[in-house]
């Protein structure tokens, strides 16, 4: 973990809710896809935890959805400075992956799927990724991926656009092993349909952020985990529901 200062180079909407922040500054605390950054704010007392990305040499980059005064607040910057933690959390393990693997993401479950995506498909892999929204004006980043060579697939679930259903309506067959991130009912949903091992990453209220509070633990066959320390990324055989 590592705190430090970045300056906001880009703020912008890529949707009606989701917006893209650019940041630059110490990115070398980020070692992983899959970690998150915890964000200080004027007024407020607990930071707000963000998924990375992307980060690249001294930029930073953050998709977060307007759902509360913190998000709202960010919305709402066009410059200056922000206190950020980095390098928090464990982050995906792309060493299990094969050659074959399966991203699964939903709404803001999304972003750090991209930098997973990046990293595989730089080790060679054949990457297929599922991106689930409710409706086709929320959709995202599904260009994004395209570019860095991945076989995308859409799913909303009111059949607005691509395949009418949820992430698991597209799974597909010829797969090694998957990752996934997103609203908790979804990723029980994956992890009952998926036929292969694979990594989960959860999205939870934090307090602190960086594993002093227990205040986002789960159940999982080892005792209770800390989604911000030994999180957010757990592996389907220890997960306990």
Known sequence: ????????????????????????????AITAPGQFVNIKLDGLFLRRPISVCDAE????????????????????????????????????DTACSGEKPLLLGGGVGVPPLYGLCKK???????????????TKDEIFYEEEFRALGADVFVTTVDGSYGKKGFVTDALGEDYTYFYTCGPEPMLKAVFNATSTE???????????????????????IYGNRRICKEGPVLRKEEILW
């Open 1 to 28: 973990m590592k705190q430090g200062f970045f300056e906001i180079i880009e703020n912008k909407p890529l949707t009606k809710d989701v917006y893209r922040m650019r940041l630059f500054g110490d990115t070398g």
């Open 57 to 92: 040499e001294k930029v930073l980059t953050i998709l977060y959805k307007v759902v509360g005064k913190g998000t709202e607040q960010m919305a709402k910057m066009e410059s200056g400075k922000l206190d950020v933690l980095t390098g928090l959390g464990n982050g995906y």
């Open 198 to 220: 694979g990594q989960l990453s959860f999205e939870e209220r934090m307090g602190c952020g960086f594993g002093a509070c227990m205040g986002c633990s789960c159940k999982t």
């Open 120 to 134: 595989l498909i730089g080790e060679g892999k054949k990457v297929r990724v599922v991106l689930g929204f409710n």
